[in-house]
């Protein structure tokens, strides 16, 4: 695994809470006080098209080259993309290249998902995903497409990705994806997944998120702390994340009599950390200043 540079202190920001408009437009400014925050990355939910009236989830994508309607347009993501540049931020993006909606114009070829039996097109195994479709990984064509989304988003300036769910696909095809992206790239990318015992075995990635260590964060603070002194430099430590930021909660109220004493450890570390925006909705927060007055 190549290590990331340390450390890296991250936001994640979700464009249509990050502001009272929820759209890219006025997050334009976001950019160079979040750089003034401390953090020199972002880490950006998925803001591509979605069917509103089939699902509310940013992970069902209807159109992975166009930005969702009510956020703005493409040119506005490569707009804001830029600003960050400007601020000193790289931008990752959360690419959910595991599944589409069924509404996804892909889904027009039922030979790019999996099926069952009947010729039905079939939900994630073994989630509860009821809402999105699986793309089929060995189908060359569903891959090339796949490898060109991201040709798309990194011509525009996006300096990696989290792969969402990239458990549920083929290690040669995300190593194809990760080495074709370099290529064009010219630049070294932040290529991310998810889980400490995942990711040991898969060098093609620079980082994880440590989910394992969330966990541990939950019920024993104290060994999450020697986890968090241990563990080695690839891991992104984190104590809220996007269920929190779209459940409208603040992590105080996760965490209460917690999560001060959790982050400023984290703050004081060399590893690589990864902040919430739900943190902002907080007005004794530190980056309550983000608040629009």
């Known amino acids: 695994m190549q290590h990331m540079k340390s450390p890296l202190r991250i936001l994640e920001i979700s464009i249509p809470h990050a502001t009272h408009e929820g759209t890219i437009h006025a997050a334009m400014g976001l950019p160079?006080?979040?750089?003034?925050?401390?953090?020199?990355?972002?880490f950006v939910l998925p803001w591509?098209?979605?069917?509103?009236?089939?699902?509310?989830?940013?992970?069902?994508?209807?159109?992975?080259?166009?930005?969702?309607?009510?956020?703005?347009?493409?040119?506005?993501?490569?707009?804001?993309?830029?600003?960050?540049?400007?601020a000193g931020l790289r931008v990752v993006l959360d690419m959910p290249l595991n599944h589409t909606s069924p509404a996804h114009k892909w889904a027009n070829n039922k030979t790019w998902y999996c099926r069952d039996d009947t010729g039905r097109v079939?939900?994630?195994?073994?989630?509860?995903?009821?809402?999105?479709v699986q793309l089929d990984h060995t189908n060359s064509a569903a891959v090339q497409e796949c490898a060109e989304v991201l040709r798309f988003w990194v011509n525009l300036g996006a300096d990696g990705f989290r792969f969402d769910a990239a458990s549920f696909i083929p290690d040669a095809v995300l190593k194809d994806w990760m080495s074709f992206i370099q290529r064009i790239a010219r630049r070294d990318l932040l290529l991310w997944c998810d889980g400490e015992e995942y990711a040991q075995s898969r060098p093609f990635f620079n980082g994880y998120l440590n989910h394992e260590a969330f966990k541990l964060a939950k019920s024993n603070p104290e060994g999450w702390e020697e986890r968090v002194r241990k563990t080695s430099n690839d891991a992104i430590f984190y104590l809220t994340n996007h269920d929190t930021l779209h459940a409208g909660n603040c992590p105080n109220d996760e965490?209460?009599?917690?999560?001060?004493?959790m982050r400023s450890k984290l703050e004081c570390s060399e590893q690589h950390v990864m902040q919430s925006w739900s943190e902002w909705k907080d007005p004794a927060s530190r980056y309550s200043f983000m608040l629009e007055k």
């Open 122 to 132: 079939i939900t994630p195994k073994a989630t509860s995903w009821y809402d999105v």
């Open 255 to 261: 965490w209460p009599g917690v999560y001060q004493r």
């Open 32 to 42: 160079r006080q979040i750089a003034a925050g401390g953090f020199n990355a972002v």
């Open 48 to 86: 591509m098209k979605v069917n509103r009236a089939l699902s509310l989830s940013p992970y069902a994508c209807t159109d992975y080259l166009d930005v969702n309607d009510t956020l703005g347009t493409v040119d506005d993501a490569r707009q804001w993309i830029n600003q960050c540049h400007s």
